[in-house]
């Protein structure tokens, strides 16, 4: 036999480069589910579900396109419980030429692949994920030398080599290289936000909801209404579905949260790019093309293309350069535990408990209540940057460590000393107000900071402060924040610090 083509969960890419000059009659594709991928962490039941499903839909579409494809569905009494022990197997039963695989999107397994050649006996060919627009060396050669990153000088470089929003003669469309200052409304309920795309569960997907209801029952979420997309065919109608519907407003609500709508005029993509089933480049250039054919509006298109081509490049770069000594980091010395409620939603806190509830019905929870919301409250009250990390991993279906660390470490924890953000997005309850309907339907007061029934978020926000003057107050970004504080008067700061210290002690019970 020639050689074993490895697929791993999230490279269900038809131009997955481990495929390039594949030979369908004598190559073996191999793929697997297996236990210990499926337990690293306590994946969201939704996740699992809908990964194993895009997994088994993609190999028996390879299947019908003639490759010949060995698949392992998940089996509690497999024999390999690893990719390892199946790999072994592998080559002990075809012993392949070589083992061909693209790059993984995890530094934990990647470093056990590395050894494959060694423990396994089998030359072992590593490629690049060409899926990503800026690959792992390109990003290295724009970072080098310099202290901070910052993402909208590589958003731009990205813009340029892309050609994507460009003019023929190199300026970016419009004039302006970003329009966030349109893209900050709070949303009253119109127009009103489409419904999401919807997939109703097949035979192979009802088979997977019954495995992941049985074997791991107790994992986080529910397998409930289950319907994302587990095909590229579908991920594409997903894609037009958010064009059509949600594109138009995407810029304008990117920024708001609302306590009746789970996913407002969000794409709900992040699962389907993250797998392979839609491959980046082609969903920018869709949604430039609904500008160009005046469906969407500049703001909204700039702001999405924003998200992808620099955002989602950006923080993979950072993870390949910095790791794996970035997963240690914790400047601002954090060691609280994750409150209990991050798992069952169960506070008084509306914010809070929507976005956890919606987090465990749908493996889902837009960008601004990870950042504003649960991401704000764990670096508000100084949770361990490890902890808070693991809980984003395991509960969104979108979620894999070369995304979710530099998200929650270096964007929310700024664990990074602000490598990744030049200023902590640290908030009080005010900035949830301002964005959303919850704070009317509380049992906390927005408007008060040391009462007893005083919006949880002011105190913790000036404690935060306050704790944090070495780290921040030479920061020119957050000047003003310890000039505000300071100007209060001494009896009001103890006040605000004597609440907040009775709330770090009281957590459990918000
Ligand atoms: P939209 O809001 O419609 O955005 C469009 C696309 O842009 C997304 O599908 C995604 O591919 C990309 N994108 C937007 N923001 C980011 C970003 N900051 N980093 C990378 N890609 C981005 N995204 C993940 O894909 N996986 C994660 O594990 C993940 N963890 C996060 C944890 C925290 C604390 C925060 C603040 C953000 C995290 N994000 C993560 C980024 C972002 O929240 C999700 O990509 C987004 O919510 C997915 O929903 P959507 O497809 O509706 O996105
Ligand atoms: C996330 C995940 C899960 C839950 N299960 C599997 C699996 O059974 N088999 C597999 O090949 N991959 C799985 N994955 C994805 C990997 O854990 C890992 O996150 C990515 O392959 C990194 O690129």
């Given at each position: 036999?020639a050689n074993l083509i490895l697929i791993l969960g999230d490279q269900l890419s038809p131009?997955?480069?481990?495929?390039?000059?594949?030979?369908?009659?004598?190559?073996?594709?191999?793929?697997?589910?297996?236990?210990?991928?499926?337990s690293y962490t306590n994946h969201h039941k939704k996740k699992l579900v809908f990964l194993?499903?895009?997994?088994?839909?993609?190999?028996?579409?390879?299947?019908?396109?003639?490759?010949?494809?060995?698949?392992?569905?998940?089996?509690?009494?497999?024999?390999?419980?690893?990719?390892?022990?199946?790999?072994?197997?592998?080559?002990?039963?075809?012993?392949?030429?070589?083992?061909?695989?693209?790059?993984?999107?995890?530094?934990?397994?990647?470093?056990?692949?590395?050894?494959?050649?060694?423990?396994?006996?089998?030359?072992?060919?590593?490629?690049?994920?060409?899926?990503?627009?800026?690959?792992?060396?390109?990003?290295?050669?724009?970072?080098?030398?310099?202290?901070?990153?910052?993402?909208?000088?590589?958003?731009?470089?990205?813009?340029?080599?892309?050609?994507?929003?460009?003019?023929?003669?190199?300026?970016?469309?419009?004039?302006?290289?970003?329009?966030?200052?349109?893209?900050?409304?709070?949303?009253?309920?119109?127009?009103?936000?489409?419904?999401?795309?919807?997939?109703?569960?097949?035979?192979?997907?009802?088979?997977v909801i019954k495995l992941v209801d049985e074997q791991f029952s107790e994992h986080f979420?529910?397998?409930?209404?289950?319907?994302?997309?587990?095909?590229?065919?579908?991920?594409?109608?997903?894609?037009?579905?958010?064009?059509?519907?949600?594109?138009?407003?995407?810029?304008?609500?990117?920024?708001?949260?609302?306590?009746?709508?789970?996913?407002?005029?969000?794409?709900?993509?992040?699962?389907?790019?993250?797998?392979?089933?839609?491959?980046?480049?082609?969903?920018?250039?869709?949604?430039?093309?609904?500008?160009?054919?005046?469906?969407?509006?500049?703001?909204?298109?700039?702001?999405?293309?924003?998200?992808?081509?620099?955002?989602?490049?950006?923080?993979?770069?950072?993870?390949?350069?910095?790791?794996?000594?970035?997963?240690?980091?914790?400047?601002?010395?954090?060691?609280?535990?994750?409150?209990?409620?991050?798992?069952?939603?169960?506070?008084?806190?509306?914010?809070?408990?929507?976005?956890?509830?919606?987090?465990?019905?749908?493996?889902?929870?837009?960008?601004?209540?990870?950042?504003?919301?649960?991401?704000?409250?764990?670096?508000?009250?100084?949770?361990?940057?490890?902890?808070?990390?693991?809980?984003?991993?395991?509960?969104?279906?979108?979620?894999?460590?070369?995304?979710?660390?530099?998200?929650?470490?270096?964007?929310?924890?700024?664990?990074?000393?602000?490598?990744?953000?030049?200023?902590?997005?640290?908030?009080?309850?005010?900035?949830?107000?301002?964005?959303?309907?919850?704070?009317?339907?509380?049992?906390?007061?927005?408007?008060?900071?040391?009462?007893?029934?005083?919006?949880?978020?002011?105190?913790?926000?000036?404690?935060?402060?306050?704790?944090?003057?070495?780290?921040?107050?030479?920061?020119?970004?957050?000047?003003?924040?310890?000039?505000?504080?300071?100007?209060?008067?001494?009896?009001?700061?103890?006040?605000?610090?004597?609440?907040?210290?009775?709330?770090?002690?009281?957590?459990?019970?918000?």
């Amino acid at each position: 036999m020639a050689n074993l083509i490895l697929i791993l969960g999230d490279q269900l890419s038809p131009t997955l480069s481990a495929l390039e000059g594949a030979d369908r009659e004598s190559d073996l594709i191999v793929m697997a589910e297996v236990h210990d991928e499926a337990s690293y962490t306590n994946h969201h039941k939704k996740k699992l579900v809908f990964l194993f499903s895009a997994m088994r839909h993609f190999a028996q579409e390879l299947e019908q396109q003639g490759w010949r494809v060995q698949y392992q569905p998940y089996h509690p009494d497999n024999p390999a419980q690893s990719l390892e022990q199946f790999i072994r197997a592998a080559v002990q039963e075809h012993s392949p030429k070589r083992l061909i695989t693209t790059e993984c999107g995890e530094w934990r397994l990647h470093a056990q692949i590395r050894q494959w050649h060694k423990i396994l006996g089998v030359h072992v060919e590593i490629r690049p994920d060409t899926r990503f627009i800026c690959s792992i060396h390109e990003f290295a050669r724009w970072a080098e030398g310099k202290k901070q990153l910052r993402m909208e000088f590589f958003y731009r470089e990205m813009r340029k080599k892309t050609g994507l929003l460009m003019t023929p003669d190199g300026q970016p469309e419009g004039g302006n290289w970003n329009y966030d200052a349109d893209n900050r409304k709070k949303w009253s309920g119109k127009p009103p936000a489409p419904s999401p795309f919807r997939v109703e569960p097949d035979d192979i997907t009802r088979a997977v909801i019954k495995l992941v209801d049985e074997q791991f029952s107790e994992h986080f979420g529910t397998t409930d209404d289950f319907h994302f997309a587990v095909t590229a065919e579908q991920a594409q109608q997903a894609l037009a579905h958010f064009i059509d519907f949600a594109l138009p407003c995407f810029g304008d609500y990117q920024d708001a949260m609302s306590d009746s709508e789970d996913w407002l005029f969000h794409a709900i993509l992040s699962p389907y790019l993250n797998a392979g089933l839609l491959e980046p480049i082609d969903v920018c250039e869709a949604t430039v093309h609904s500008w160009h054919s005046g469906q969407a509006p500049l703001n909204a298109v700039e702001g999405f293309v924003r998200q992808i081509l620099g955002w989602r490049e950006f923080v993979r770069g950072i993870y390949w350069r910095l790791m794996p000594d970035y997963a240690q980091e914790n400047r601002l010395g954090n060691t609280r535990k994750l409150p209990w409620f991050y798992w069952t939603g169960d506070t008084r806190m509306r914010c809070m408990h929507k976005a956890i509830d919606a987090t465990y019905r749908n493996a889902y929870a837009h960008h601004i209540q990870r950042l504003m919301v649960t991401g704000n409250f764990a670096l508000l009250v100084g949770v361990n940057p490890e902890e808070i990390c693991d809980w984003y991993l395991a509960v969104y279906a979108d979620a894999y460590d070369w995304v979710e660390l530099p998200n929650v470490l270096g964007m929310v924890m700024h664990a990074d000393g602000g490598y990744l953000g030049s200023k902590p997005y640290a908030a009080s309850g005010k900035y949830i107000q301002r964005m959303s309907d919850h704070c009317a339907n509380c049992h906390y007061n927005v408007n008060k900071a040391t009462e007893g029934d005083a919006c949880p978020f002011n105190a913790l926000y000036w404690h935060f402060i306050d704790r944090h003057r070495d780290d921040f107050a030479s920061n020119h970004r957050m000047g003003m924040m310890y000039r505000n504080w300071d100007k209060q008067n001494p009896e009001r700061r103890d006040a605000l610090l004597q609440r907040a210290n009775w709330l770090l002690e009281h957590l459990e019970e918000l």
